[in-house]
């Protein structure tokens, strides 16, 4: 072979080789390039989400009764929570009230509930916060059930004086429960095994690789019946029903609006607009007052645009599992339907 044609097939060589450690580069680069962009994109939403958690509210100058909208799942206003459908800002709200009971032109109170409910802790601490306001202020609340007010909803509802409800609502589910998904099986399958180092043989209670004792089922069960006990207490008072009463028609169901008013969960069948020329009238009001409802378009709108992205931006196997896991069997009690 002649010296120009070694040559050539070396300088070739060298080009191909070349050309395809750049593209190698080319599409790493890229790769970086576009997780450092999907983060950017995540956290300039994070960060916009975040104005909103602690928004105080502009409340009117004139007279006016506060509209509370306990819509969607009942949680923590957390940045996590955003990218779902859910309409409640648990932090405004708590904010809202205690500003009206500071605010003499404030007259009362109306719940809007459109909720399957949500977490013990945020629907006890609203239901608590709506007492506070009863207490200090001795003014009116009123609520109004429109397409489900359930469990969490239904708690937090405990605290208005009267109850209208759409004729096509679905409201009670009254009980507790906790969620957990085990995997066990399935990491038998794969040859995986999980290896939990506790202090204690229940730290690990609930964890998806092992399989739930019965001890630890009975630990977990006291907390629900805890948490339904005291969901019982809410519904007496509220509702003004003995305890045997409640605890008759509290097996977790879901009941329609007929139901519920012939076993005594709400006082009227009626529309919204119906529901608060009633509350005008029983509180000596002027009909045209006004009903003010905080501003929550931004987490409603950011939240809407959190979740565009987060489609566009494609998940991993492992965040999808991790969503499976948070949504479906985080292991926290729950006052929810469905």
């Known amino acids: 072979m002649k010296p120009k044609q070694l040559a050539g097939i070396i300088i070739t060589g060298i080009v191909i080789i070349a050309v395809g450690v750049t593209g190698m580069l080319t599409n790493v680069v890229n790769n970086k390039i576009t997780v450092a962009q999907n983060q950017a994109t995540k956290s300039i939403f994070r960060e916009l989400l975040s104005l909103q958690t602690n928004k105080t509210v502009d409340l009117p100058s004139e007279d006016f009764v506060g509209i509370l909208n306990i819509e969607g799942t009942i949680a923590a206003s957390s940045v996590s929570s955003w990218s779902s459908s859910s309409a409640y800002n648990h932090d405004l709200y708590i904010n809202y009230v205690d500003q009206m009971i500071d605010a003499d032109n404030n007259k009362g109170i109306f719940l809007y509930v459109d909720s399957?409910?949500?977490?013990?802790?945020q629907s006890d601490e609203m239901y608590l916060k709506l007492m506070e306001y009863k207490e200090k202020t001795n003014r009116p609340i009123w609520a109004y059930f429109a397409g489900e007010a359930c469990s969490g909803g239904y708690?937090?509802?405990?605290?208005?004086?009267?109850?209208?409800?759409n004729r096509n609502c679905w409201t009670g589910s009254i009980g507790v429960i906790i969620s957990l998904m085990n995997f066990k099986k399935l990491y038998d399958k794969l040859g995986i095994e999980e290896i939990d180092i506790t202090s204690g043989e229940n730290k690990a209670i609930g964890s998806s690789g092992a399989k739930l004792t019965n001890e630890q089922k009975d630990i977990l069960q006291e907390l629900v019946d805890e948490a339904y006990d005291q969901f019982i207490d809410i519904v007496c008072s509220g509702r003004n029903m003995d305890e045997d009463t409640v605890r008759n028609i509290a097996d977790g169901r879901i009941y329609?609006?007929?139901?519920?008013?012939?076993?005594?969960?709400?006082?009227?069948i009626g529309q919204f607009e119906d529901a608060k020329l009633d509350f005008t009238v029983a509180a000596g009001l002027p009909e045209n007052i006004n009903f003010f409802s905080p501003d929550n378009t931004l987490s409603t709108l950011m939240s809407s645009v959190f979740g565009i992205a987060e489609q566009i931006i494609p998940k991993s196997d492992a965040s999808l599992a991790d969503d499976i896991m948070k949504n479906k069997g985080n292991g926290v009690l729950m006052y929810y339907a469905g």
């Not at 399957?116 to 802790?121: C, D, H, L, N, S």
């Not at 708690?155 to 409800?165: G, L, T």
């Not at 329609?256 to 006082?267: F, H, P, Y």
């Open 116 to 121: 399957p409910g949500g977490a013990v802790y």
């Open 155 to 165: 708690y937090i509802s405990m605290a208005a004086d009267k109850i209208y409800a």
């Open 256 to 268: 329609s609006a007929k139901q519920a008013l012939g076993n005594g969960l709400i006082d009227e």
